[in-house]
């Protein structure tokens, strides 16, 4: 994988993913950004999420689950002081879907968390990670 990040001006930056999307990234205004882009490390919660999102639909798909929704709502606690790193990730996985059985959710994000999504296995070495999810009878 590659990527590539341009210094646009003052704390904003274009970053370039390898397969060609790109994204804008800046900073606070008290930290000479202008609000034009995400932050560096809301791109971290993002990257998670969508991983561990993909990872559970394609699982409950192949568990013949017919699931219709998947919300990932993520909230971090970040260290008081500089690096200002994560102390606590809480994923939180609202599935919505038909007749969806428990035990192929839990089992979806358990498998998630501790064998597909590379991105909670990775950042799981640095800090907690908790998770709790909802199911959602679609109407």
Sequence with gaps: MKARIKWIEESSFVGQSGSGHTVVMDGPPESGGRNLGIRPMEMLLLGIGGCTAFDVIQILKKSRQSATDCIVEITANRAETIPRVFTH???????FGHSLKEHHVKRAIMLSSEKYCSA????????????AY?????S
């Design 89 to 95: 990730i809480h994923i939180h996985y609202k599935i």
């Design 120 to 131: 909670s296995i990775m950042l799981g070495k640095v800090t907690s990670i908790s998770h």
């Design 134 to 138: 909802e199911i959602i009878e679609s």
